[in-house]
């Protein structure tokens, strides 16, 4: 495979092609905007918690990703299958595939952990990109949107995100 | 490479660009996948002849050593080889050695001008001085054109003095309109800074209108000439501004140094914007007195192999003659605008005719993101600049949020224009925006 096609891998080009979970809803339990300062592409995203944690559940459930965004086929592709790969997931489930996603950035191309493998499914196409370190920036832009709405809802501030004025 | 096509009437021989190409090094590098350079990013940073390499490592050798002070050898033949640097690097830029501060770069100049604006502001302002004294109510104008080095430092100025910003708008080919300057540059008006030209559009300003302006109503000049003095015959005291910036690294000259150039007149009496060691005369344990210019402004070890390292490339520029340069980039620019208006899906953000614009051409190519057009053009060793080129107002302006931008240099051939155009051309069908 080319150096070029090792980033965009056919799964990832479909999914820039046809994102999911992109476009905004309400109501909301935490939203956030981030911006990748290289480029300027901005994502905000928007997280639904289901009930508080009890006895039973001990952790909430991200019952629900939505966002939008503008963005090269990288950023927009794992915007698109983080959503598919932590929707309804446990919240510290997807604290924990937030951190490993995390480690496959880092990795360089170089081979990664099992539980990295085993855990981020379809998001493991984004490892030609770790090679790429002015790309990474572009792959977890939706990553750092998911962690920050998801601090604001467990916060319970519900809040719209601060946007700069005349963007 | 350049093929034995007669070269433009006034630019370079085609003899004479092999022999620039084999003075800058990196040019003869092969990148992965086997492919040769095609530097095209020369406003992000010009690449280096040898000369200049070869002027730092001779001082760092023979010469190092603290200038302005210290009574030894060494450091008298270091001051004397830092001044006489000054003073070439002024006169290549029509200023005197007097009215010429090392800074930085651009942005150290302009914060250093913010700074000494600020220090004018504090309220001690006295004389002369007071012209430099910004009051609440007062207006600063800059245009949707600037480069953010050229733009949040004046933000910034206005929110500590109370000033208000106001800003000259661009056309639809990204040149700062003249036409709504008696609007903007109102009797409060203390201060216009603008770009001589855009990194982003290429577009070339028309300084003089601007100048008449601000003149009319007494207020400061401030011209950022980091992308024109590399490209164009740049005459300090011809253009009428009060301040010019310009960056060493961008004309074929080190980083870590640029300058802020200032009319002799107004530097007299400026306040300095950074003080401490070298700029100074007698120091009590309450108080100071400044060195005259451009020393008052210059607190601090200065950078003086980089001082002469761009002294080098100064050198070099002027003996190959920058209305030689120009016209070479000129012509290279028309090569590249032509083509791009035969591809389908570009679009030129900028004047689409070479006259009156540099060699800067950014992109907005449809239904493909800067980042993935730069990652594919990379592919073939065309090294290419993406994402907004810390110009975001201007590229909301176009209605863009980033760009994919060729910048030419000197060094660069007309088969490299289409080498470069060959490979774009390829970049929507691999993204399957067309099929
Ligand atoms: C028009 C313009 N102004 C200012 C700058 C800032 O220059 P520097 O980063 O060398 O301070 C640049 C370079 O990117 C530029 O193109």
Redesign the pocket.
């Known amino acids: 495979m080319s150096s070029l096609d090792s980033i965009y891998q056919e799964l990832i080009m479909d999914h820039a092609r046809h994102p999911q979970g992109k476009g905004l809803t309400e109501p909301f339990d935490g939203e956030s905007f981030q911006v990748n300062p290289t480029c300027g592409d901005q994502v905000r995203l928007r997280v639904v918690l289901d009930a508080p944690p009890d006895a039973d559940r001990p952790s909430s459930r991200l019952s629900q990703v939505a966002w939008d965004g503008k963005g090269c086929a990288i950023s927009q592709a794992s915007a698109s299958i983080m959503t598919e790969l932590v929707a309804g997931l446990p919240v510290d489930r997807v604290e924990q595939l937030d951190a490993l996603f995390s480690e496959l950035m880092r990795s360089r191309g170089a081979p990664v952990s099992a539980a990295v493998e085993d855990a981020l499914g379809d998001a493991l196409a984004f490892a030609g990109v770790s090679r790429y370190p002015m790309r990474v920036k572009c792959a977890i832009l939706g990553w750092m949107a998911l962690k920050d709405a998801l601090s604001k809802a467990l916060a319970g501030d519900a809040s719209p995100a601060r946007v700069p004025e005349g963007i | 490479m350049t093929g034995s096509s007669p070269q433009p009437e006034g630019g370079l021989t085609a003899a004479e660009l092999v022999a620039i190409r084999a003075d800058f090094p990196v040019l003869g590098r092969r990148l992965a996948g086997g492919h040769r350079l095609v530097y095209l990013d020369t406003?992000?940073t010009a690449q280096r002849p040898r000369v200049v390499e070869d002027a730092m490592r001779d001082f760092a050798e023979n010469r190092n050593a603290g200038v302005h002070r210290g009574a030894h050898q060494l450091a008298a033949e270091a001051t004397e080889a830092y001044e006489d640097a000054r003073t070439k690097i002024a006169a290549f830029l029509g200023a005197a050695p007097w009215e010429l501060v090392f800074t930085?770069?651009?942005?150290?100049a302009i914060n250093l001008l913010v700074a000494s604006l600020t220090a004018a502001a504090g309220g001690r302002a006295e004389g002369a001085a007071r012209r430099f004294a910004l009051l609440p109510g007062d207006r600063i104008v800059v245009t949707q054109a600037?480069?953010h080095?050229?733009l949040v430092p004046w933000q910034r100025l206005a929110a500590v003095t109370g000033a208000q910003l106001a800003y000259l708008r661009v056309d639809a080919e990204g040149r700062v309109r003249t036409d709504d300057l008696a609007d903007a540059v109102t009797p409060r008006t203390r201060l216009v800074a603008f770009?001589h030209?855009?990194?982003v559009s290429g577009a070339i300003t028309d300084v003089a209108t601007v100048v008449r302006a601000a003149q009319a109503v007494g207020a400061l000049t401030v011209l950022?000439a980091?992308?024109s003095a590399p490209h164009l015959p740049f005459d300090f005291g011809a253009l009428g501004v009060d301040f010019a910036?310009v960056?060493a690294?961008?004309m074929l000259g080190p980083n870590g140094i640029?300058a802020l150039l200032g009319r002799s007149e107004l530097l007299e009496v400026m306040p300095p914007g950074f003080t401490g060691g070298s700029m100074v005369e007698i120091v009590t344990m309450s108080e100071a007195t400044f060195q005259p210019p451009p020393t008052r402004f210059e607190a601090g070890t200065g950078p003086v192999a980089q001082a002469i390292g761009w002294a080098a490339a100064v050198g070099y520029l002027a003996a190959l003659g920058m209305d030689r340069i120009a016209a070479h980039e000129r012509a290279l620019t028309a090569r590249l605008l032509d083509q791009l208006g035969a591809l389908a899906g570009v679009r030129v953000l900028g004047p689409t005719a070479a006259r009156g614009r540099t060699g800067a051409v950014a992109l907005d190519i449809a239904g493909v993101h800067p980042h993935d057009a730069g990652q594919f053009l990379d592919d073939f060793g065309l090294a290419v600049r993406v994402g907004h080129?810390?110009?975001q107002p201007i590229h909301r302006a176009f209605g863009v949020t980033a760009s994919t931008r060729a910048s030419l240099g000197l060094y660069n051939t007309a088969a490299e224009i289409d080498r470069f155009v060959e490979v774009l051309s390829q970049v929507r069908g691999y993204f399957g925006v067309v099929r």
């Open positions: 406003a992000a930085s770069g651009t942005t150290g600037e480069h080095s050229n770009t030209a855009s990194n950022d980091a992308q910036a960056s690294h961008k640029g080129h810390c110009a």
